[in-house]
């Protein structure tokens, strides 16, 4: 479904707000591609970068597939971006990486709040300027499991999640069912696989979500290889 940067109004049900991780961004129409192409930084009020993006070079007038990516702790907005870049020409993905507000993300530090809030604020900006039709949400690490988080929660604005060696997943409320791929290498030692992936997997399996889940040898990382098997697993070409 096409997205643009409209919003809902505020919500009022307590459990609805960005205290707990949902979202305002809604579905909507398409709109015309800005000019702006390649690395596209956003700053804050203050003249502080808070996201970062990679748009690609449109294509007559398709729009784009966009993929939020979350960094892990103490990462940038352009580690985050490296995660998907080498399949981001090829598959027309438009990238968006955000900065938290602290070292790492808000539900981790103190609950959600300050990051759902920028969150919100980046893509409204950026849906606003490019056309997009499907919008998904990844991350690395604790990025992977505040976007797991986020994206159960706001089920019903992302169409999967792609989980980079998670360490949990902690939704407060859940709407819709996006599918889910998890990724985590068997020799991980900042979040070792038996702890987290192997007990995380069956759980969200459990609960009904539809989960592909691949363990490669390695340790904290993302292999473009594993990159890649998501791409396949999400049905399109790479």
């Given at each position: 479904m096409p997205i643009t940067g409209e919003t809902v109004p505020?919500?009022?049900?307590?459990?609805?707000?960005?205290?707990?991780?949902?979202?305002?961004?809604?579905?909507?129409?398409?709109?015309?591609?800005?000019?702006?192409t390649g690395l596209v930084p956003f700053d804050g009020q203050d003249g502080e970068p808070i996201a970062l993006a990679y748009v690609p070079q449109p294509v007559g007038d398709h729009p784009y597939?966009?993929?939020?990516?979350?960094?892990?702790?103490?990462?940038?907005?352009?580690?985050?971006?490296?995660?998907?870049?080498?399949?981001?020409?090829?598959?027309?993905?438009?990238?968006?990486?955000?900065?938290?507000?602290?070292?790492?993300?808000?539900?981790?530090?103190?609950?959600?709040?300050?990051?759902?809030?920028?969150?919100d604020r980046?893509?409204?900006?950026?849906?606003?300027?490019?056309?997009?039709?499907g919008m998904l949400i990844g991350g690395f690490s604790d990025g992977a499991s505040y976007a797991l988080s986020i994206g159960l929660i706001?089920?019903?604005?992302?169409?999967?999640?792609?989980?980079?060696s998670p360490g949990f997943a902690a939704p407060l409320v859940t709407h819709g069912r996006p599918r889910v791929y998890v990724s985590h290498g068997t020799g991980d030692a900042v979040l070792p696989v038996d702890p987290c992936s192997r007990r995380l997997v069956p759980r969200l399996r459990m609960l009904g979500y539809?989960?592909?889940?691949?363990?490669?040898?390695?340790?904290?990382?993302?292999p473009e290889s594993i990159v890649r098997r998501a791409v396949r697993w999400l049905g399109w070409r790479a």
């Open positions: 505020p919500h009022r049900q307590p459990e609805e707000n960005s205290r707990h991780g949902r979202l305002m961004v809604r579905p909507g129409r398409l709109v015309a591609a800005s000019a702006r597939r966009l993929v939020l990516l979350l960094h892990g702790a103490g990462g940038s907005p352009r580690a985050a971006l490296e995660l998907m870049l080498p399949v981001a020409d090829e598959q027309r993905l438009l990238l968006v990486a955000p900065q938290s507000t602290a070292a790492t993300w808000d539900l981790i530090n103190s609950g959600f709040g300050p990051d759902v809030r920028r969150i980046v893509l409204q900006e950026i849906l606003a300027g490019y056309p997009v039709a706001n089920g019903d604005v992302f169409d999967a999640v792609l989980a980079f539809d989960v592909a889940y691949d363990e490669f040898d390695g340790g904290h990382e993302v």
